[in-house]
């Protein structure tokens, strides 16, 4: 979520050290990608190996949005903050590890071996790539701003058709619907009128890290649902044949108690406080972060609610719980490098989560997981995305 990311908090004294940090990084040797065995520092991996087998082509075009398939799917695309950016969910190094891993985002990384919702899809339709997909790693220029303003939003060449932004907000969804849409309309491989699209969106982290300044109108619900439903709103109007897998957001407050546990993360937490609320030593903050959490969940259902009670046959806005009640896991899943995003572990959790959602019908939806003990779900010739 990086609410108070490295540039600005604390501007003087870290000025100097972001500029060294941005240039040492842009001068680095390539990324280097481990084999994607999905392990821990030295244990086997915990998640299960994806086996799930070809499906047949699709017998036709789909009737409408409650009749797809996952061999309907043509186009992936994202919407998020830092999390869905995968910013420091790879490499140990501080060097290396300040950066966005793209290709290894739950929601739209395309990189080879990754446990990624697109690379699934990929798996039951024959292996052919989705258009969009997130590729290697890039410097987080998103979060970084100069005067106010951004030094690059968007980066397409790795970000493919994944819109988040590390820092961002729910405030910054209808710019991030922009951004999918002026790059959809740009690739001649992708047809609009007649290509499924599948969105993948987990926001909320940064409002919720402000949750407890009642100051803040954009910790609220009213003003989380309003910025939601615009930019849903401005990709129903723009994009045809779209479904939205609206994740409901989990509470990130419990990562307070994982860092307490080593010197290391209790450090660097306290250098780059990336989470106002929460690295606080009062535990009501975490409390107000949980409860703003909740109403925006709360929100996100009743945006879904409006748009599917209009009868739509080309737009559907499914809500996915996986992460609802998901209790942070052992600091494998937390990064090396702050301690605090998702590491590519939990990348490969998440995706499993919200790939069992979709084939699990509304009502009998799982709302965490342990990635431990869960199977992971094959889709069958006669199922429909749910």
């Avoid at 842009?26 to 821990?40: K, Q």
């Avoid at 292996?127 to 690059?152: N, Q, S, Y």
């Avoid at 820092?167 to 009128?193: H, R, T």
């Avoid at 044949?241 to 419990?254: C, D, E, Q, T």
Wanted: proline share 6%; charged share 20%.
């Amino acid at each position: 979520p990086m609410n108070s990311m490295w540039c600005q908090p604390h501007a003087n004294r870290v000025a100097l050290l972001c500029v060294a940090v941005v240039l040492a990084v842009a001068e680095a040797a390539p990324i280097r990608f481990p084999s994607p065995d999905f392990s821990g520092d030295d244990s086997p991996s915990p998640i299960p190996p994806f086996t799930c087998k070809p499906l047949d082509p699709s017998p036709g075009p789909p009737a409408d949005v409650d009749h797809l398939r996952f061999t309907d799917i043509k186009v992936t695309a994202a919407l998020g903050d830092s999390i869905t950016a995968a910013f420091a969910a790879k490499e140990a190094l501080l060097v290396d590890g300040l950066r966005e891993f793209r290709g290894i985002s739950w929601a739209s990384g395309g990189d080879k071996g990754a446990y990624t919702v697109p690379n699934f899809i990929s798996a039951v339709n024959g292996g052919h790539a989705l258009l969009g997909e997130g590729k290697g790693a890039e410097m987080p220029f998103d979060a970084i701003k100069i005067k106010d303003k951004i030094m690059r939003p968007h980066d397409p060449k790795h970000d493919g058709l994944n819109g988040a932004q590390s820092m961002a907000k729910v405030q910054a969804m209808p710019e991030q619907v922009d951004y999918l849409i002026e790059q959809m309309q740009a690739d001649k491989s992708i047809d609009m009128e007649n290509d499924w699209k599948m969105v993948n969106i987990l926001m909320g982290a940064n409002n919720m890290c402000i949750a407890c300044h009642k100051s803040r109108v954009d910790g609220t619900k009213a003003y989380y649902k309003a910025q939601y439903k615009a930019a849903l709103e401005k990709l129903r109007l723009t994009v045809p044949k779209v479904w939205v897998n609206a994740v409901l957001m989990f509470n990130i407050s419990g990562v307070y108690d994982r860092i307490q546990e080593t010197e290391y993360c209790r450090v660097v937490q306290g250098e780059f406080h990336e989470c106002g609320c929460m690295m606080n030593e009062y535990a009501a903050n975490r409390t107000a972060m949980d409860i703003a959490g909740r109403s925006f969940n709360e929100a996100i259902r009743e945006i879904a609610d409006e748009y599917n009670g209009m009868g739509l046959k080309e737009f559907k806005v499914q809500v996915q719980p996986a992460l609802e009640n998901l209790e942070v896991l052992g600091r494998n899943y937390l990064s090396k490098v702050d301690c605090f995003h998702p590491s590519y572990l939990a990348h490969g959790a998440f995706a499993i989560g919200l790939w069992n959602n979709m084939q699990t019908p509304v009502g009998s939806k799982s709302t965490s997981l342990d990635p431990e003990t869960v199977t992971i779900k094959c889709p069958t010739n006669d199922m429909y995305i749910s």
